[in-house]
Each structure stands twice: as structure tokens, then as C-alpha cells.
């Protein structure tokens, strides 16, 4: 057996990184959320075989689970793709609250109100009701803050759409549902999704790049699936290249504008947006129809 409280700090920090709760990782090792619980508290140890398998689903090596908290991916977080096979299946369209350490918390909700350059460490550690060295203990720097926020982003994002995706039959139907995926995600996540359209400068150039290449590889999903719905459905679509991007900037700019408490829902607002994207690909002389075709019901 090995483990200490560095160690099962570590496994908490790689699991939160992954956007994963505590019952999610016991699923993916067969073991009971109370002994990943008791594993991150140090309270007990871990074999060799089982941190291994942890740092398999984490996506980090057992020697940086060893090295201490906050481990950093062996080669980046790991986002496109499927979903980890050990993994549990997860419902793409449900948007449980995330379960965040304190620091990375207070830094998302500073870095919405008051921007990545106007927070400072001293003030994040106020928010989190903690010493600025106990911040340090967690996170080197500011930058190490917003890299954790975005790729928490990217994570999620990037499961979500391909678990999306992969419930669609025709190529219409995928782009209907990444589109679906999109929004959810930025009307449900409307603090993370904003950092994301507001804080990308503020990245050093590898982080920044980094982020970048993982949009490009979702941008590059969509376009895909809008090819796929040209060649089955025969659709003349004049320059996909500027319709994918038009449908993912549609989706980008929601957190600038959508009110959770507003007249319609984060599901209306999706739905209808799918219908906008669909409009735009099969049909380019008409507006897409203001009001989806089924009530819209819900907080008016």
C-alpha cells in the first residue's frame, strides 16, 4: 500500500480537474465513494494496482499523483476522443453543480466579476476564506487559476459533445445535437463559458495556444458534421467553412447575453438554436423560424 495526504490531495485536485465527482471516480475503480473519499483524505492508503488504475481515468501518471496536489497532465488534459473506457456513461444533457475546491471557485466567480488582470491572489484568498500561502499550497500562480478554469472547460465541452454526437443517426441530426450540446453548455455553465470568451489573451503563448488547438479540434467536429449532412442530404451548402463558424459563434456569444432567470430556459434556448443552425444549412433563403414549433412553456 502507499498514499499520504499529499497524495489523496493530488487524486482530488486530478478528479475536480477532470470535472469528475467523488461517486463517478469509485464507479470507473469499482469501489465505494466512501473509500475515494477516504483516499483523498488521507485517512487511508492506496495500492500500487489501484493508483494506477486511478491515474489511468485521471489522466495523469501515478508519479505525479505521488509528487503532490495538483498534479499536471502527462500530455495535456486529455479531451478529444471518447470518454475513458472504464469511465462511466454519462447523461450529456444533465449539468450537476461541479465539485470545485474553493480556491478555483473563488477565482471563477473573481475572474467573471472583476476580470483576470483586476484579481489579485490576495484577493482570491479573501473569497475562499483562506491565507494567500494556503492558496499557494494548491496553485503556483494566477495563471495556473485560469488554466485550471478553461481546461475544466475544455474537458467538459469536449465529453459533452462527443456524447452528444454520438446519439445521432444522420449527419443532420449530429449537427442538430453538437449545436444542442454547444448551448447547454453555455447557458448552464455561463461563468466558465464566459472566462473562456473573455480571458484567452490573458494566457501565456503555450497555454494560449494550447486552448486554441482544443477549439479547433471541437470547430473541427462541427465541420465534419455539417459534411456529412451535405453528402447525405444533398445540401448545397455554398461555404461550410463559414456556416460551421457562424453556428459556433452563435453559440459562443450566449453567455453575453442569456438570463438564467429570463423567459426561456437553457433546454428552450438550445433547442431553438439547433433549429437556427439547421435553418442555415437547408434552407438559405429563408430566416430561421423565431419560435421552435413546440410550446415553449417554462418561466415566461
Known amino acids: 500500500m ?14 475536480r480537474a477532470r470535472g469528475l465527482t467523488v461517486r463517478e471516480l469509485a464507479q470507473s475503480l469499482r469501489v465505494s465513494a466512501a473509500t475515494v473519499s477516504a483516499i483523498e483524505n488521507g485517512k487511508t492508503g ?29 500530455v ?33 466567480d473573481a475572474f ?34 485560469l488554466v485550471a478554469s478553461l481546461d ?22 449530429e449537427v442538430r445535437l453538437i449545436v444542442e450540446a454547444l448551448a447547454l453548455f453555455h447557458t448552464h455553465r455561463q461563468k466558465l463559458a464566459f472566462i473562456g470568451a473573455s480571458e484567452m489573451r490573458s ?27 451535405a453528402r447525405e442530404d444533398n445540401i448545397g451548402v455554398e461555404d461550410r467553412r463559414i456556416a460551421g463558424r457562424a453556428i459556433a459563434t452563435m453559440c459562443t456569444s450566449l453567455p453575453q447575453w442569456f438570463n438564467a432567470a429570463g423567459p426561456t430556459t437553457p433546454e428552450e434556448t438550445a433547442r431553438t438554436y439547433a433549429d437556427f443552425a439547421i435553418s442555415l444549412l437547408t434552407d438559405r433563403r429563408r430566416s430561421a423560424p423565431p419560435f421552435p414549433p413546440w410550446p415553449l412553456g417554462g418561466r415566461m
Not at 502507499?2 to 478528479?15: L, N
Not at 499523483?65 to 497532465?73: F, K, R, S, T
Not at 495556444?209 to 479547433?216: G, H, L, P, V
Open 2 to 15: 502507499t498514499g499520504s495526504p499529499e497524495c489523496g490531495s493530488a487524486i482530488r485536485a486530478a478528479r
Open 46 to 74: 492506496i495500492s500500487v494496482t489501484r493508483l494506477r488504475e486511478c491515474a489511468q481515468v485521471l489522466g495523469v501518471t501515478p508519479a505525479q499523483i505521488l509528487a503532490g496536489p495538483a498534479p499536471v497532465p502527462a
Open 76 to 108: 495535456g488534459p486529455q479531451y478529444p476522443g471518447t470518454e475513458n473506457e472504464r469511465a462511466p456513461r454519462r447523461d450529456w444533457r444533465s449539468f450537476p453543480p461541479h465539485d470545485l475546491d474553493g480556491v478555483l471557485s473563488a477565482a471563477i
Open 112 to 145: 467573471v466579476e472583476t476580470g483576470y488582470h483586476g484579481s489579485t491572489m490576495r484577493d482570491l484568498a479573501a473569497r475562499a476564506g483562506m491565507s494567500v500561502p494556503g492558496i499557494y499550497h494548491h496553485y503556483p500562480d494566477k495563471q495556473a487559476l
Open 152 to 173: 475544466l472547460t475544455m474537458s467538459e465541452l469536449h465529453w459533452r459533445v462527443n456524447a452528444a454526437r454520438n446519439d445521432a443517426r444522420t449527419g443532420l441530426q
Open 203 to 229: 494566457l501565456t503563448p503555450a497555454n494560449r495556444q494550447r486552448i486554441a488547438d482544443s477549439r479547433n479540434q471541437l470547430q473541427h467536429i462541427l465541420d465534419a458534421a455539417i459534411t456529412r449532412a
